[in-house]
């Protein structure tokens, strides 16, 4: 299914690692070089900004190849709404086909394959919503199916993303076949979708061989905790509940379950905090913080207890405060939870400890300064030391 050569993924993944290590220490510039001239690569770009001038240079291909094929089929069709009925689909058969051409030509994260790949699945989307005269659910369905594929031929990332929010939108949008009831199941459909996916993923993850597969699992995971905290926040659930369904809340009313969706807003930050340091899961602890202060948002966007300047004081304060005691608390741990930097951070540590392991190999040990004798030599006219004749 994939359409790289997976040695070249597999040396990909053993470059990062090269790059990794010489970032922290380990091996040095001229092995992290060696390593990479013996390892056959992709065309990669790492990084970012220069991707972004690839992408960039892409996407202005492939807009000039769909702007010709346009300009060919106006002055040569008799209907133009014939062509514009069936333009996006061969707009999206050139992104497919861009996509592959530059995939057996080992493009991989370049740029150029990113502009065709988006390219597809964007005009995919116009296609399937030109055809059924807007359809939401058909939409997601299809641009679901076709971003799973382009993940599953040319691991992109963005299209794994690009995946889960047409299969969340899926969900979304099923619900509204089973008329008001499916309506106001649209949270807890979306909270449990999220849950089945984020232990499916995990487990994915924890008995994973190939390791080409990992950034993308880890997407969906992470995925799953955003979309799980949303789905029963209060002012996600009361905001899209007038705007989406026509739910008219009056003053002194509330939308149902309103104090499920409040308790839910704010024990999920917590419990994602626990459960983040407990598994000392990093991406879930900055989850937690996010979750933390949207749930602060929550209650200020409908309750202004204090003013703002007031709240953004105390609040900056109790911030200072965490932060202060939690470092004097973590600054002194050697294990688990501590305030020390990642042993793969390049440190004066690292360096003296490779130091220690070169010479412990080859047997060198510290020279030893002999000290000076008592006795104070000089002269010697003959021979023998001191001897000038004369005492």
Partial sequence: MIVYDKNLLNNLALVEEANALEAAGFISKEQKVLIKKELPAFKRQSNILVRLGFFLLGAF?????????????????????TFFSICCYLFAIIGFAGAEFLGHQKYYEHGLDDAFILGALLNTGFAIAITTEGYELNIAVFVAMASFLMYRRYLHLLSLLVFCIAASAVVFYGMFEFGSIGEMLIPFAAMLLSVLFYFFTKRIINNLKENYYYKGLLLANSYCLVLFYLSCNYLVVRELSVELLGSEILPGNDIPFAYFFYAFTFIVPVLYLVQALKTKDRIMLWASFLAIGFSIYTVRYYHSVLPIEVALTLGGLVLFAIAYFSIRKLKDNETGLTFKPDRINNSNAILN????????AF???????????????GGGGFSGGGSEGTF
Avoid at 68 to 79: E, F, P, Q, Y
Avoid at 353 to 360: C, D, G, Q, R, Y
């Fill in 363 to 377: 047997g060198m040990k510290p020279e030893a300064r002999v000290p000076d004798s008592p006795m104070n030599y």
């Fill in 61 to 81: 291909l492939y807009l000039s190849i769909c702007g010709v094929i346009a300009l060919i089929g106006l002055t040569g069709s008799n209907s133009e709404s």
């Fill in 353 to 360: 400890a490779e130091a220690l392991i070169v010479a412990s």
